[in-house]
């Protein structure tokens, strides 16, 4: 059964700190994926993997910083929360490169509130 | 890039009727529209898709059409059940690429 896990499902910060958000999959898929979604707003991507330390922005990546040093784990760092991250985090991955149309695994999601 | 608008934001259908979701994209390079289900507390999961070489796909209850030249492409539920009650996420993603483009989300109840 596939899995995707990530590291909580609640989180509380202040604002300031920094933040760490694990997701890791068990599938060795090649991409890996950090979205945020809120209310009205769908899905929005914020940074992508295809490869080991390989990364690439999304739509919204300003705040957010990623790591992937392992092919099975990608990092989503919040190097100063602010307020205006509070969301839910949805990490997933898919198999394959190029045009392949490979269905993307979710994860249950990280609720993140900034205080 | 791509632009995915869905329709409606919330629907909600009595048990046994039929549920229908749309979605536009603007893109005309998008050739792969997956279709998610996300129940309470989980993340998404894939509940049907379709390539832009097909006009329509069939499981089940579930059944999505799409009109390439419309630029538009559709869920159908018929029979509703109250277990389809979530939240549902149209998708589009372009041929070569890894991004998928997702819509804003319908949140469909169905009333016992």
């Known amino acids: 059964d596939v899995k995707v896990t990530q590291s909580s499902r609640y989180l509380v910060k202040r604002t300031g700190e920094k933040v760490f958000l694990e997701c890791v999959q068990d599938?060795?898929?090649?991409?890996m994926f950090w979205y945020r979604q809120d209310p009205g707003l769908g899905l929005r991507l914020i940074y992508f993997?295809?490869?080991?330390?390989?990364?690439e922005k999304g739509d919204i990546p300003e705040g957010y910083s990623v790591s992937r040093e392992k092919k099975e784990r990608f990092s989503l760092i919040l190097e100063s929360a602010s307020t205006n991250q509070t969301s839910m985090y949805l990490c997933?991955?898919?198999f394959g490169r190029g045009p392949g149309a490979y269905e993307q695994y979710f994860g249950p999601g990280t609720r993140l509130t900034v205080t | 890039g791509e632009n995915v608008e869905q329709h409606p934001s919330t629907l909600s259908v009595q048990e046994g009727d039929s549920a229908v979701i749309k979605c536009t994209y603007s893109?005309?390079?998008?050739?792969?529209f997956p279709w998610y289900k996300q129940e309470l507390g989980k993340g998404p999961q894939l509940i049907i898709d379709?390539?832009?070489?097909?006009g329509e796909k069939k499981d089940q209850r579930i059944a999505v059409t799409l009109n390439k030249t419309a630029k538009h492409f559709s869920l159908h539920i018929t029979e509703t059940q109250p277990e389809d009650s979530a939240v549902y996420f149209c998708?589009?993603?372009?041929?070569?690429?890894?991004?998928?483009?997702f819509g804003s989300g319908t949140k469909l109840n169905v009333k016992p």
């Open positions: 997933a991955s898919s």
């Open positions: 599938m060795d898929h090649e991409n």
């Open positions: 993997s295809y490869d080991v330390k390989m990364k």
């Open positions: 893109d005309s390079a998008s050739n792969y």
């Open positions: 379709i390539r832009s070489n097909v």
């Open positions: 998708a589009a993603r372009k041929y070569n690429f890894n991004k998928f483009y």
